[in-house]
Every structure is written in structure tokens, then in C-alpha cells.
């Protein structure tokens, strides 16, 4: 099972700034990452995919990169409704998918 | 725009079943070619992807849970359902279903998520 791995596990920010969020995996995942939010009491909500691709109707300033197996998600320009946990996941060849832990993104 | 809803019992006893249903809205589960997953978070802990079903009632579980594990479809009722056997404290966690974003095949990619039920086993 391939593990994966995000730091930091919490990111005080505050609005405006610029955030990067890091994940790793255990093994070479070519770029099948994806990276969701999750709020409390919401569903969670697919970011990106492909490792850089943004879903359909996630602003701009969320961007992904990296490959293998290393891999980050920047966000540009906080905003208030951003203050969130992230996951990032890997999707590599055949399940299990697996995720990584979480990185809580709080107001500083 | 489709939505899911999990739903069950909230409180399931030590060695007992866990049943859980998915109800999708927005659109026939059967219609398209999407897969449908099962993924729960543990408190404090990361996601764990539990399994998929797609309308055929093909299946893929997750080895860990395999099992004791049953992902079963009913697209007369447009829902997709889990069936745990033999909980424990360890499958104390909030349940979620899922809809994979992939049209030719499973991505591992989750597009649209129901809000999550949380499920205690418990005496």
C-alpha cells in the first residue's frame, strides 16, 4: 500500500498570504494526485487532479504541482473561506487509494 | 447537480453489522458510467478508501476490509450500499460516499461527496 504524507500537519496563516501545503509518497505515483478540502460540516470537495489540473469551479489560486513523489498544493491570496483541511490522494495504478493525513489551515 | 446522502444507524454494537446506504440525487445512477465509493475517516486520524461499485454491481474492496466487507447497487432505488460484518471500536468513524469523477473507468479521482454519517460502534 503506498503511503502518503503531508506537512506541515497544521499552517497558521492569515488572509492574503500565499500557502504551501506538501505531500509525499512512499513510491514513484507518476502524477496521479489529487488534493481535496475538506470544511467542517461540509462535504469535502475535489481541488485538483492529475496533480496540477483544478476541477471545474475551483478559483485560480489554488494550484498543484510536482510528480513522482513529491507534490504541492499553493494557494495564492488567502482568503476567509479557505480555512480548511487539505488531503492530498494518491490514485495510482489500482486501489486501495490511500490518503494522506491532513493539513489543518488555520487563522494565525 | 448531483447530490449524495449517507444514511444509517448512527450506533452499531461490537461484533455486529454496519449497514449504510447512499442515496444519489441529480441524475440516475445507471445512466452514466461512474463509479461509486465508500471512504471513511477515522477520528483523529486520515481518509481510508473502503471500496467501489459500479452499476453493473461489479465491485473492488479494500484488501484490509475485504473480508468482512459487501458494496452492493440498486439502481431501481438509485442508491449503493455498504455492509460492514463484525465491527469493532476501529470502525468507529465518519462515513462518506462518493462519486468518481472518471467517465471511462475509475480515476480515484472524488467529485462529489455526500456530507458524511457518523457511525459509533459502541455497547
Known amino acids: 500500500e503506498i503511503q502518503m504524507t503531508q506537512s506541515p500537519s497544521s499552517l497558521p496563516a492569515s488572509v492574503g498570504d500565499r500557502v504551501i501545503i506538501t505531500c509525499r509518497a512512499s513510491?514513484?505515483?507518476?502524477?496521479?494526485l489529487n488534493w481535496y478540502q475538506h470544511r467542517p460540516g461540509k462535504a469535502p470537495k475535489l481541488l485538483i487532479y492529475g496533480a496540477s489540473t483544478l476541477q471545474s469551479g475551483v478559483p485560480s489560486r489554488f494550484s498543484g504541482s510536482g510528480s513522482g513523489t513529491e507534490f504541492t498544493l499553493t494557494i495564492n491570496s488567502l482568503q476567509p473561506e479557505d480555512f480548511a483541511t487539505y488531503f492530498c490522494q494518491q490514485s495510482y495504478s489500482s486501489p486501495p487509494y490511500t490518503f494522506g493525513q491532513g493539513t489543518k489551515l488555520e487563522i494565525k | 447537480q448531483v447530490q449524495l446522502l449517507a444514511s444509517g444507524p448512527g450506533l452499531v454494537e461490537p461484533s455486529q453489522t454496519l449497514s449504510l446506504t447512499c442515496t444519489v440525487s441529480g441524475d440516475s445512477i445507471s445512466s452514466g458510467s461512474f463509479y461509486w465509493s465508500w471512504i471513511r475517516q477515522h477520528p483523529q486520524r486520515g481518509l481510508e478508501w473502503i471500496g467501489y461499485v459500479y452499476k453493473s454491481g461489479a465491485t473492488y474492496d479494500n484488501p484490509s476490509l475485504k473480508s468482512r466487507l459487501r458494496i452492493s447497487i440498486d439502481t431501481s432505488r438509485n442508491q449503493f450500499s455498504l455492509k460492514l460484518r463484525s465491527v469493532s471500536d476501529a470502525d468507529t468513524a465518519v462515513y462518506f460516499c462518493?462519486?468518481?469523477?472518471?467517465?471511462?473507468?475509475?480515476?480515484?479521482?472524488?467529485?462529489?461527496w455526500g456530507l458524511g454519517t457518523m457511525v459509533t460502534v459502541s455497547s
Open positions: 462518493a462519486r468518481d469523477r472518471g467517465i471511462d473507468g475509475p480515476m480515484g479521482a472524488f467529485d462529489v
Open positions: 513510491q514513484n505515483i507518476r502524477r496521479f
